[in-house]
């Protein structure tokens, strides 16, 4: 069963009016009421009673299920100066999710049972929404012994990662597979062959060429997440791929699919909307691991999210102190914070053009990691938690001009006016941000 955690907050009392209710994976568009009772959704009708509860008047708005990230850095232990649990989870639930990921390459890293359990300790007093830890697969995170994935899932680890670095022996990887299988977790993996990587500080193509910068090829990480594949489907392991970019690993995910192998993947904001032509801005804030790719490598990325062989988009939220990233390109962490961005920047650049629908999106940012990762999926029917968000898609704002809830502000799109904006967010239950 997947565990997450939370602070004890009280259940809502609420009826939403005036809403377009639109729920794509049970089949609901239309203007109807909502009715909260104590924190699960009470009735689904064209009239509620108010029934002395709270009236949010949501005239205009879209009443959606709220957001699922399957991939955030919290950088709790170790560096909250960048970014705590609380911090993380109230930025989270300004961008309208009720659930969240942590990955695990903290300081330490969250490879023992103690650590992990500590965490969950913090975020039973601190995290505004329910918060789930991934633990890694290989102690330290540096490739060479497995962690004891079994008291690891006891504790509470929702998944196995080593996000951050490659399990580079192929060996391992096998056995982390094997060991997984046991614990009935899948293992999220970064897919990257450090000896063609190493030293990029940016796709290898026409625009690093240009610059001067040392490249990453995308084939750096398709041959990985091919090698990956094979191995799962070998042992009849589950996979997910974290943070894809390239349109060969696309390619590979799909071959592997409609082959019967047990795998997932995911695309970020910024890998949809960016190219790596971004990078002639000399902006650190564009620099992220993997790099941002050509043109053909977004469109393959958007046809995948489209067609659900990608089904999941997830910010890989990871905040960065300012004085490390005001610093050359080349000098510069890799990484940028995503979570109170992540929908209104995938509405203004990918909805609003006609390019992606707005059903599809709010699947892949909800149910979809919802399902990859075994959570309860966010619904708007009866006797379900309330796990919803309030959309004003009519909203233009400005990122940057109010301050961010996440510690830090190394955002890819400082300065940008964008349309779509979170009204309201509640979590298991409760309203979390409005």
Same mark, same amino acid.
């Given at each position: 069963?997947?565990?997450?955690?939370? !602070?004890?907050?009280?259940?809502?009392?609420?009826?939403?009016?005036?809403?377009?209710?639109?729920?794509?994976?049970?089949?609901?568009?239309?203007?109807?009421? /909502?009715? &909260?009772?104590?924190?699960? &959704?009470?009735?689904?009708?064209?009239?509620?009673?108010?029934? *002395?509860? !709270?009236? &949010?008047?949501?005239?205009?708005?879209?009443?959606?299920?709220?957001?699922?990230?399957?991939?955030?850095?919290?950088?709790?232990?170790?560096?909250?100066?960048?970014?705590?649990?609380?911090?993380?989870?109230?930025?989270?639930?300004?961008?309208?999710?009720?659930?969240?990921?942590?990955?695990?390459?903290?300081?330490?890293?969250?490879?023992?049972?103690?650590?992990?359990?500590?965490?969950?300790?913090?975020?039973?007093?601190?995290?505004?929404?329910?918060?789930?830890?991934?633990?890694?697969?290989?102690?330290?995170?540096?490739?060479?012994?497995?962690?004891?994935?079994?008291?690891?899932?006891?504790?509470?680890? /929702? $998944?196995?990662?080593?996000?951050?670095?490659?399990?580079?022996?192929?060996?391992?990887?096998?056995?982390?597979?094997?060991?997984?299988?046991?614990?009935?977790?899948?293992?999220?993996?970064?897919?990257?062959?450090?000896?063609?990587?190493?030293?990029?500080? /940016?796709?290898?193509?026409?625009?690093?060429?240009?610059?001067?910068?040392?490249?990453?090829?995308?084939?750096?990480?398709?041959?990985?997440?091919?090698?990956?594949?094979?191995?799962?489907?070998?042992?009849?392991?589950?996979?997910?791929?974290?943070?894809?970019?390239?349109?060969?690993?696309?390619?590979?995910?799909?071959?592997?699919?409609?082959?019967?192998?047990?795998?997932?993947?995911?695309?970020?904001?910024?890998?949809?909307?960016?190219?790596?032509?971004?990078?002639?801005?000399?902006?650190?804030?564009?620099?992220?691991?993997?790099?941002?790719?050509?043109?053909?490598?977004?469109?393959?990325?958007?046809?995948?999210?489209?067609?659900?062989?990608?089904?999941?988009?997830?910010?890989?939220?990871?905040?960065?102190?300012?004085?490390?990233?005001?610093?050359?390109?080349?000098?510069?962490?890799? +990484?940028?914070?995503?979570?109170?961005?992540?929908? $209104?920047?995938?509405?203004?650049?990918?909805?609003?053009?006609?390019?992606?629908?707005?059903?599809?999106?709010?699947?892949?940012?909800?149910? +979809?990691?919802?399902?990859?990762?075994?959570?309860?999926?966010?619904?708007?029917?009866?006797?379900?938690?309330?796990?919803?968000?309030?959309?004003?898609? *009519?909203?233009?704002?400005?990122?940057?001009?109010?301050?961010?809830?996440?510690?830090?502000?190394?955002?890819?799109?400082?300065? $940008?006016?964008?349309?779509?904006? /979170?009204?309201?967010?509640?979590?298991?239950?409760?309203?979390?941000? *409005?």
């Amino acid at each position: 069963m997947t565990m997450l955690w939370q !602070r004890e907050l009280p259940g809502a009392d609420l009826v939403i009016r005036g809403a377009r209710v639109l729920d794509p994976t049970e089949g609901i568009d239309a203007t109807l009421e /909502v009715r &909260i009772d104590g924190g699960v &959704i009470a009735q689904v009708a064209e009239k509620v009673d108010a029934n *002395e509860h !709270r009236v &949010i008047d949501a005239k205009g708005l879209v009443l959606a299920p709220a957001f699922v990230d399957p991939h955030v850095h919290l950088r709790t232990p170790g560096r909250e100066d960048e970014e705590t649990i609380a911090s993380g989870t109230a930025a989270a639930a300004a961008g309208g999710y009720c659930a969240i990921l942590a990955m695990p390459n903290t300081d330490p890293v969250v490879d023992s049972s103690a650590t992990l359990g500590a965490l969950v300790e913090t975020a039973r007093r601190e995290a505004e929404i329910p918060t789930g830890f991934l633990a890694a697969i290989t102690r330290g995170q540096r490739g060479e012994e497995l962690t004891e994935m079994g008291e690891l899932a006891e504790t509470g680890a /929702v $998944a196995f990662s080593d996000d951050g670095v490659p399990v580079a022996s192929a060996g391992l990887m096998r056995r982390a597979l094997q060991y997984a299988s046991i614990t009935d977790r899948p293992l999220a993996l970064h897919c990257e062959e450090p000896t063609l990587s190493r030293g990029g500080h /940016v796709h290898e193509g026409r625009v690093a060429a240009e610059l001067g910068f040392a490249g990453y090829p995308s084939i750096g990480e398709s041959v990985a997440v091919e090698r990956d594949l094979s191995l799962a489907s070998f042992e009849g392991g589950r996979i997910h791929v974290l943070h894809l970019s390239a349109a060969e690993s696309v390619d590979a995910l799909r071959r592997a699919r409609d082959a019967g192998v047990l795998a997932s993947g995911e695309a970020t904001p910024h890998h949809l909307v960016l190219t790596d032509d971004a990078v002639r801005s000399l902006d650190p804030n564009v620099k992220m691991n993997p790099p941002l790719r050509a043109e053909r490598d977004r469109l393959a990325l958007l046809e995948a999210v489209r067609d659900g062989t990608i089904e999941a988009i997830a910010t890989d939220h990871a905040p960065h102190a300012a004085h490390e990233k005001d610093v050359p390109f080349e000098a510069a962490p890799f +990484g940028v914070t995503g979570l109170e961005t992540a929908f $209104a920047s995938l509405y203004v650049h990918l909805v609003k053009p006609g390019l992606l629908s707005l059903e599809t999106l709010l699947e892949r940012m909800s149910a +979809g990691p919802a399902r990859i990762f075994g959570l309860e999926r966010p619904r708007i029917v009866a006797g379900a938690q309330a796990n919803l968000v309030l959309l004003d898609l *009519e909203r233009e704002w400005t990122v940057g001009e109010q301050p961010f809830r996440s510690r830090s502000g190394n955002s890819w799109l400082l300065g $940008a006016k964008l349309q779509g904006a /979170v009204q309201m967010t509640l979590a298991a239950g409760s309203v979390v941000h *409005e």
